[in-house]
């Protein structure tokens, strides 16, 4: 199959029109906000399960809930952050089941993708995508965003900028 950007697009409308879904906008996460995040890990996603002929909409949807939670990100130095890790995928297991139908691929996709993390292994392939492409994205987010700030404030700090 041919990556079909509309298809994507069709498939990401449903989220898009649901209020609660706009909101992660404005959720910082990574350095930029949630919905950037999960659009990229969606898109990507959509483009690896498309181009090896696997269920492209189960893998696109667990994509775009993957993250579907409206909580703030914790800081890496707060004490609760290894459980905030391990249990934001039960949270948006709930929050997508109140907006979505969600199906057995789905509700993995979402559930392990962050394994290794939380220890639970991916059942399907759509999975392992999914889990892979939010690691890759996340990697990219991070020094996109996160180290040039840091860098941006260390140099405005070494000429007293700031």
Same mark, same amino acid.
Not at 124 to 150: G, M, P, Q, T, W
């Given at each position: 199959? %041919?990556?079909? !950007?509309?298809?994507y697009?069709?498939?990401?409308?449903?989220?898009? *029109?649901? =209020?609660?879904?706009?909101?992660?906008?404005? +959720?910082?996460?990574?350095?930029?906000? $949630?919905? %950037?995040?999960? %659009? $990229?890990?969606? !898109?990507?996603?959509?483009?690896? *399960?498309?181009k090896?002929?696997?269920?492209? +909409?189960? /893998?696109?949807?667990?994509?775009?809930?993957?993250?579907f939670?409206?909580?703030?990100?914790?800081?890496?130095?707060?004490?609760?952050? !290894?459980?905030?890790?391990?249990?934001h995928?039960?949270?948006?297991?709930v =929050?997508?089941?109140?907006?979505?139908?969600? %199906?057995?691929?789905?509700?993995d996709?979402?559930l392990?993708?962050?394994?290794?993390?939380? $220890?639970?292994?991916?059942?399907?392939i759509?999975?392992?995508?999914?889990?892979? /492409?939010? !690691?890759?994205?996340s990697?990219?987010?991070f020094? $996109?965003?996160?180290?040039?700030a =840091?860098? /941006?404030?260390?140099l405005? *700090?070494?000429?007293?900028?700031?």
């Amino acid at each position: 199959m %041919n990556y079909d !950007k509309s298809l994507y697009y069709e498939i990401y409308s449903e989220f898009y *029109s649901v =209020n609660k879904f706009r909101k992660l906008k404005s +959720i910082i996460h990574h350095g930029d906000n $949630r919905l %950037n995040h999960i %659009n $990229r890990v969606a !898109k990507m996603s959509f483009f690896v *399960s498309s181009k090896l002929g696997l269920d492209y +909409i189960s /893998c696109t949807r667990g994509a775009l809930m993957h993250d579907f939670f409206t909580t703030d990100d914790l800081s890496k130095t707060d004490s609760r952050y !290894k459980d905030f890790l391990k249990s934001h995928p039960k949270e948006a297991l709930v =929050n997508a089941s109140k907006y979505f139908e969600i %199906n057995e691929v789905e509700e993995d996709i979402i559930l392990t993708h962050m394994y290794p993390i939380t $220890r639970v292994k991916p059942k399907y392939i759509e999975s392992k995508i999914v889990s892979f /492409c939010d !690691k890759l994205v996340s990697f990219y987010e991070f020094f $996109r965003f996160e180290v040039k700030a =840091n860098l /941006c404030y260390a140099l405005l *700090s070494i000429y007293k900028l700031i």
